[in-house]
């Protein structure tokens, strides 16, 4: 056949993404065909709809196209990739030779008119979503704005309880497009005034739809964010109401939850200076009300920024200071950004004291760069112990021995921390392999100290420890690790899944160097050929072994 390619060629078109999800749609191509020529492939995909898939090769790449509404953004969609895959598997010997697609394009040049019409009107009485479209469309085209706003509400609305799944949301998008383009209709015909409405109860209800949808690819929030400019120059052209425009503002953005908000610079020439004011106002009574609300806070910080002063910024943001000091770090940082270091020190010091939770690095490193600075080195050394006896961590502890083998303390500093950290590991005891494991073995990991890191791990330790530790003494101690190794994959006999595969092959691995260094290797054959018999059902992990040549 003229039109060749491989798997990689379509990995390339699609993406990994949409790759993956067409290896699971290959069971579902149905009359795969070729043209004549053999440079055009065709089929259907069956999901949720049927998609007519065509393929060809362009430009020295494989093209495709689909109707689903992914395709028609311009993309090489899952249901391309599974045509292409089913199409490769047709290539193989034994394969039965696909039939040859009719010249639809032919047939359709030779209908009349009516008889184009005739076929289009069988297609829209037998998709209920294709009607409503065309309706929409010709409410449009005539004006009828009562029609265009009850179709856009019949398009949008989404049930209480309906979800739409992934496979909808993208054409859900496509219908909000579609709402989108009627309103601009109408706009473009002189009637913005009605536009404003319809398109707010447009995106009023897509916002609503997208609370119960799976829109992990973003369309239906793309599909909403293009109606936002479409709102802006419906008010531009009917010029509604200061009053009424600045309460919709108002509480549009203190109620969106998705990150499209309008941006009040935007609207400042419909508003006028006192629709503006009204819009700061609303904002300036719901903080009052809920001023621990996250829109609240959010819109009264940028309302401050804006228009007031430093002074009156750091006020608003102490209002609502927090256990781990995230807000006092907010303050040292505008304060300083402001050139005032030391009032910005204050707030970050002041943060450190009275922080009764966990406290974020960033707070701790901002006040360890200007103690740095200032040539503050013994509150820096108090400062770094302070925060590795309060949070145990690899990360702690290097910057802990950094400032302190500077200051020539180190042996003493390290020796205190050994303490707490064999103390934490007593305490621990059984229960570590259940948790991240006692740092201690994680710092001893990172010092070299493998053996002393080994031993301690034998009175506590987490399993990913245990295998860290393997891979390090496999040469030295092939028996110790060997029994680590066997002991993890154990339970995943039992388990599924690619994750899970993927584990057992690192952990097969692990087994096979380790009795290379005993000197075992018969009995590693053996018991990989036990393991691949009792796990023989798992095609996906047998084919995965088969790859690495665990056979």
């Given at each position: ?11 390339e ?8 999800r ?10 795969l ?16 709809y ?29 249901h ?11 290539k193989?010997?034994?394969s039965?030779v696909p ?8 047939w359709?040049?030779e ?19 294709l ?10 085209a ?13 398009l949008?609305?989404?049930?209480a309880?309906?979800?739409?799944e ?9 219908n ?17 005034a ?23 690819d ?14 802006l120059?419906?008010?531009?052209e ?24 309008f ?7 419909v508003l ?9 106002e ?18 009264m ?5 804006e ?8 006020a608003?943001l102490?209002r609502?200071l927090?256990s ?30 009275q ?8 707070l701790?490193?901002?006040?360890a760069?200007?103690?740095a600075?200032?040539?503050r080195?013994d ?10 006896q309060t ?14 083998k500077?200051?020539?303390?180190w ?10 950290l ?8 059984p ?12 710092i ?10 080994w031993?301690q ?9 245990r ?12 028996a ?18 690619d994750?899970?595969?993927r ?12 009795h ?32 690495a040549?665990?056979?």
């Amino acid at each position: 056949m003229a039109l060749a390619f491989t798997e990689d060629d379509l990995l390339e078109a699609a993406g990994p993404k949409s790759f993956e999800r067409g290896l699971e749609y290959v069971d579902a191509v149905d009359e795969l065909e070729f043209e004549l020529e053999g440079t055009e492939i065709n089929a259907i995909v069956t999901g949720t709809y049927e998609y007519d898939v065509t393929l060809w090769r362009e430009r020295g790449g494989i093209e495709g196209e689909c109707s689903c509404p992914w395709s028609q953004e311009g993309n090489f969609c899952k249901h391309c990739v599974a045509v292409g895959l089913a199409a490769l598997a047709k290539k193989k010997p034994g394969s039965a030779v696909p039939a040859v697609r009719p010249d639809v394009d032919a047939w359709l040049a030779e209908l009349t008119a009516d008889e184009l019409r005739d076929e289009l009107r069988a297609l829209i009485r037998g998709d209920k979503r294709l009607r409503r479209r065309f309706e929409l469309r010709t409410a449009q085209a005539t004006q009828d704005v009562g029609q265009v706003s009850a179709l856009v509400r019949q398009l949008l609305r989404v049930g209480a309880r309906q979800f739409i799944e992934y496979e909808d949301a993208q054409d859900y998008a496509v219908n909000v497009r579609h709402a989108g383009e009627a309103v601009t209709g109408l706009i473009d015909k002189g009637l913005a005034a009605e536009a404003v409405s319809i398109v707010r109860e447009a995106m009023g209800e897509a916002r609503t739809a997208m609370e119960t949808a799976e829109d992990s690819d973003g369309d239906i929030g793309e599909a909403v964010r293009r109606l936002m400019p479409i709102h802006l120059r419906a008010c531009q052209e009917a010029r509604p109401d200061p009053v009424e425009l600045a309460t919709y503002v108002a509480e549009h953005n203190l109620g969106e939850e998705h990150g499209f908000e309008f941006e009040l610079k935007d609207y400042a020439d419909v508003l006028g200076e006192h629709g503006v004011q009204l819009v700061h106002e609303a904002y300036r009574a719901a903080y009052e009300r809920n001023p621990k609300g996250r829109r609240e806070k959010l819109l009264m910080e940028q309302l401050v920024r804006e228009s007031g002063t430093l002074d009156e910024f750091v006020a608003l943001l102490a209002r609502d200071l927090d256990s781990r000091g995230y807000q006092h770090l907010r303050i040292a940082q505008e304060l300083d950004s402001a050139e005032r270091p030391d009032e910005a020190l204050q707030w970050a010091e002041t943060g450190l004291r009275q922080a009764t939770g966990f406290i974020g690095t960033d707070l701790v490193d901002f006040v360890a760069l200007r103690y740095a600075q200032a040539g503050r080195m013994d509150d820096l050394l108090a400062l770094r112990r302070d925060r590795f006896q309060t949070e145990m961590t690899v990360s702690n502890f290097e910057q802990l021995r950094e400032i302190a083998k500077q200051r020539g303390a180190w042996p003493d500093e390290r020796e205190r921390a050994m303490v707490l950290l064999r103390e934490d590991l007593a305490k621990q005891g059984p229960k570590a392999q259940y948790g991240m494991g006692p740092v201690l073995i994680d710092i001893l990991i990172a010092e070299g100290e493998f053996e002393e890191a080994w031993e301690q791990a034998s009175k506590a330790s987490s399993e990913p420890q245990r295998l860290k530790l393997a891979a390090l003494i496999r040469v030295e101690q092939p028996a110790a690790a060997l029994d680590v190794y066997t002991r993890a994959l154990a339970p995943l006999r039992s388990q599924t899944g690619d994750d899970v595969y993927r584990r057992v092959l690192e952990l097969l691995q692990g087994i096979r160097i380790c009795h290379t260094h005993l000197g075992s290797e018969a009995d590693f054959k053996a018991f990989l050929r036990e393991f691949r018999q009792d796990q023989r059902r798992k095609r996906n992990l047998i084919a995965l072994l088969d790859a690495a040549g665990l056979v």
